[in-house]
């Protein structure tokens, strides 16, 4: 397979996988409200572990692909550059752009929880075993203040004083999407099927998760089923969307074409330092529950990228 065709299978796979994660709470809900409290207490406890241990997984598939992947690259594309016209500082160029992607991926979530931090509207809290991620201050979603040990998986409701029109859940699709779209950059603009692979791996399986978020707190806003769809669409385009321009950039056969795509793909090195230790670690392990099994799921996810870079650069 070419790295061409290796961007469209990873393009497909991205879109329908966001697509059905993010549609998949209207299902639960329907099923949630059909069955009994006891059930959806134990499915939610299931599911709170399968959530947890899998999001690990893919930190640790994250972490591997940044440091043995992205990051490596990106500094043989400015040494190859900068040596293209003689100019050799000894300073750390990608690495100081690959910041720079960090301290973007930063401000742009401080400007969306800015920009929602006026609106007034329905706050929703969910909660897997202490892991959440909040609507105000932290991320996708709330977790609630008193929480019953009984109850694994809960979802409380506020409403606000006086009607307005709610921007949260827009402002949180408007931070996602800018996330995602550099994080297709980081497949568009590779030229080498291994890596390709491995950062769809770790993106497909963080998206996914990340789009079922989204769908609950959408889900749980109340919107409209017809609007839920259009957003999931738009959502999940957003990764296709940052593959095909990295594709087109990539295509671009001039020093600046190149130059541009080089500092591209820092950025998009940033923005998997951004979700891998800001995002996903730094979410999981604020929880005192089953620290030991997340490091070893963490772990699991670098080895296995480890193993696929040794093995694919040696007899590939």
Not at 97 to 104: E, N, T
Not at 148 to 169: A, N
Not at 277 to 304: C, H, I, M, P, Y
Request: charged residues 15%; hydrophobic residues 45%.
């Amino acid at each position: 397979m070419d790295p061409t065709g290796a961007k469209l299978v990873s393009l497909t796979a991205v879109l329908i996988g966001k697509l059905v994660f993010n549609l998949l709470p209207l299902k639960c809900m329907s099923r949630r409200s059909s069955g009994g409290d006891s059930e959806h207490t134990s499915n939610a406890g299931h599911h709170s572990r399968t959530v947890t241990f899998l999001n690990c997984f893919a930190g640790g598939v994250f972490l591997g692909t940044c440091f043995l992947g992205l990051l490596p690259t990106v500094r043989k594309k400015m040494s190859l550059l900068l040596e293209a016209r003689n100019f050799n500082p000894d300073y750390p160029v990608a690495e100081c752009v690959s910041v720079m992607g960090l301290l973007l991926s930063i401000l742009v979530e401080q400007f969306v929880m800015t920009w929602r931090s006026y609106g007034q509207s329905t706050v929703f809290e969910l909660s897997f075993h202490g892991h959440s991620h909040s609507t105000e201050e932290e991320g996708i979603l709330e977790k609630p203040r008193n929480k019953s040990p009984s109850s694994p998986l809960q979802i409380q409701r506020h409403k606000p004083d006086g009607d307005s029109f709610s921007i949260r859940p827009y402002a949180l699709l408007l931070g996602l999407s800018v996330h995602s779209v550099f994080e297709g950059l980081a497949i568009g603009l590779q030229d080498n099927v291994t890596l390709v692979l491995k950062i769809f791996a770790g993106i497909e399986i963080h998206e996914c998760l990340v789009a079922f978020a989204l769908g609950v707190n959408l889900v749980k806003h109340g919107m409209a089923t017809k609007t839920i769809i259009k957003v999931a669409i738009l959502f999940s385009s957003m990764i296709p969307l940052g593959i095909v321009i990295g594709m087109g950039v990539q295509s671009i056969k001039s020093f600046g074409g190149e130059v541009l795509g080089a500092v591209l793909q820092g950025f998009a090195g940033g923005t998997f330092l951004y979700v891998t230790f800001l995002e996903v670690l730094g979410q999981e392990f604020n929880s005192r529950d089953r620290k030991v099994a997340k490091v070893l799921f963490v772990a699991t996810g670098f080895l296995l990228i480890s193993i696929l870079t040794y093995f694919l650069k040696n007899h590939v």
